[in-house]
């Protein structure tokens, strides 16, 4: 038997993978922190191992370093389980000798499985060239467990998804009263432990869709994870901008939760996204933003050159300056919403944190959201993915 070792401190995915890999003809273990899981690669040798990064008392990045510099362990098969909105981390992740990385959001039970037997066969190839004769004797073996792993996928997964549904009442209920006390908190430091007991909820929701193939809301609740995760680390981050994303993103994914079995496959999702901005720093930001989420962007450097492009290709999103030589965001604005084709084209509008409360009661000229800058990448990711869903799901009258 193949010894598979999972280090995760979320305990659902870990039970569920645990059961799923043991019934396939695998010797399990899990370690719910960093040390644990360390501990246990140097105590059991496993054959492979599945890490998330995001790990308590030591992380996975550490974890992927000390492991490495063993020699034993040079050519062990590390399979990195992490958030897609976190690229610095799994950049160094790779750099730290992760075998491959997939992303919690888009990984299905069938592409984990199809991972694992590869590079369990690439192993046990490997080390047929040092010794031949006890290589290939379990390959059969490895093959027929592939091959009934595959076929009992899609049952396995239509009974996770089942239990995710029941699960749905209690967990969104948790999350909003959780926010409401995020809301509440006016003390720093507790209001920055809330962050943190919010974030760990949404993981959990963020790996829980994307092993059910809830697509949808595994991609929201992944970046909302990451925004998450940044005003907890960063404190500081934590202001009237990223509340009111936060505040906005917790309701449509709570929204999303309450449609769960309604909801479609996000198929065909190639959105294009015109980012307006006079400063070249805040264009690349806006830019960088829209990529982490996975959209075009397209940029523009005035609201002429903006209203020529808008006319020329058909974006699904504007992200507009309001304080801009020539045309303003404002003026922009309205020209855009008089074309039939942008009439109801989410639009958001980026301003300074300093006129942020202002503006935000007053008109928005046309807008549907706006946002502070200098505001984080991941922020303005969240928000440019829930207006594309929301348009999205609406198109198709789901929401």
């Known amino acids: 038997m193949k010894k598979l070792l999972i280090i995760e401190d979320d305990r ?20 719910e922190d960093g040390e644990a899981g360390l501990e246990r690669i140097c105590a059991s040798h496993p054959d492979i191992v599945i890490l998330d990064l995001m790990l308590p008392k030591l992380t996975g990045l550490e974890i992927l370093t000390r492991v490495r510099a063993m020699t034993e362990f040079e050519r062990l098969p590390i399979i990195v389980f992490s958030n897609a909105y976190m690229t610095s981390v799994i950049d160094a992740a790779w750099k730290a000798g992760a075998t491959t990385v997939l992303t919690k959001a888009n990984t299905s039970p069938k592409l984990l499985t199809e991972t694992i037997h590869e590079l369990l066969a690439k192993a046990d190839a490997e080390a047929a060239i040092a010794a031949p004769p006890a290589a290939a004797t379990d390959a059969p073996t490895r093959r027929a467990q592939a091959d009934v792993a595959s076929t009992d996928d899609q049952e396995f997964q239509a009974g996770q998804r089942r239990q995710f549904v029941a699960s749905i009442p209690q967990f969104n209920q948790g999350i909003r009263d959780l926010h409401q006390t995020f809301l509440k908190t006016e003390d720093r430091t507790q209001k ?6 919010l974030y760990r909820h949404i993981h959990v929701l963020t790996g829980s869709a994307g092993l059910v193939g809830a697509d949808i809301i595994a991609r929201i609740s992944a970046a909302y994870e990451a925004l998450l995760r940044e ?28 449609k769960a079995e309604q909801l479609p496959q996000l198929t065909n999702f190639d959105p294009a996204v015109l980012a307006v901005d006079d400063e070249e720093l805040s264009r690349r930001a806006v830019l960088a933003s829209l990529e982490r989420a996975g959209v075009r962007g397209v940029a523009c450097d005035n609201g002429a050159n903006a209203l020529h492009q808008a006319t020329t290709l058909h974006f699904d999103l504007i992200v507009l300056d309001v304080d801009m030589p020539g045309m303003n965001g404002y003026e922009l604005c309205t020209k855009l919403r008089a074309q039939p084709a942008y009439r109801d084209t989410p639009v ?36 440019v993915l829930s207006y594309l869903l929301k348009a999205r799901l609406a198109a198709q009258r789901v929401l």
Do not use: C, W
Not at 370 to 377: G, M, N, S, Y
């Open 12 to 31: 659902i995915i870990a039970s569920i993978y645990s059961k799923k890999f043991a019934v396939e003809g695998f010797n399990v273990e899990v370690a």
């Open 192 to 197: 920055t432990a809330v962050v943190g007991e």
């Open 231 to 258: 005003m907890h680390d960063k404190p500081g981050n934590i202001n009237v901008s990223t509340t009111r994303t936060s505040t906005q993103t917790l309701l449509f994914i709570s929204a999303l939760l309450e």
């Open 348 to 383: 958001i509008f980026v301003t300074g944190l300093s006129d942020f409360q202002s503006r935000a009661r007053s008109t928005l000229s046309g807008a549907n959201d706006l946002i502070a800058k200098p505001f984080v990448f991941v922020e303005l990711s969240v928000k």
